[in-house]
């Protein structure tokens, strides 16, 4: 394999599936990273690099890649080791955005009661609640 096909199959700029590769004993390559900024990326962009196979030879990079980004793949293959990870990192994702969505709730203390009251209510529900503690 030369150097360019090797980039090509074995780079990604996911964190999270780099995360998961290495996890499945896929070196780093020497050099593991480069961070681009420039035209037509807004910000920084991190391009990880990697060995083409786990250090124990059993799996392929460019195979674990092409399964990450196959919706179906984690449900054909159950109980291969990188459908676990695969699925606790889109359950992770799914999770932390479920919270960016939430209105956090502001806890207020008066004579030894609590209220819980969403940031975003209105002062007609702040006044319900305050009235009672």
């Known amino acids: 394999m030369n150097t360019i096909s090797h980039l090509a199959s074995s780079s990604t700029s996911n964190t999270n599936l780099t995360a998961a590769l290495t996890a499945m004993g896929v070196p780093l390559s020497e050099k593991p990273f480069v961070q681009v900024v420039g035209e037509g990326i807004s910000g920084q ?3 990880w690099f990697l060995e083409p196979q786990s250090a ?4 392929q990079t ?8 196959d919706e179906a793949w984690h449900l054909a293959n159950p109980e291969h080791p990188f459908a676990y990870i695969k699925c606790a990192l889109m359950n992770r994702r799914q999770l932390v955005d479920k919270v960016k969505q939430d209105v956090p709730l502001a806890c207020i203390k008066r004579k030894g009661k609590i209220a819980f009251i969403p940031l975003n209510a209105s002062p007609r529900t702040e006044d319900l609640f305050l009235r009672h503690i």
């Open 45 to 47: 962009r991190t391009i």
């Open 62 to 69: 460019k195979d674990l890649i092409a399964a990450w980004h």
């Open 56 to 59: 124990d030879g059993r799996f």
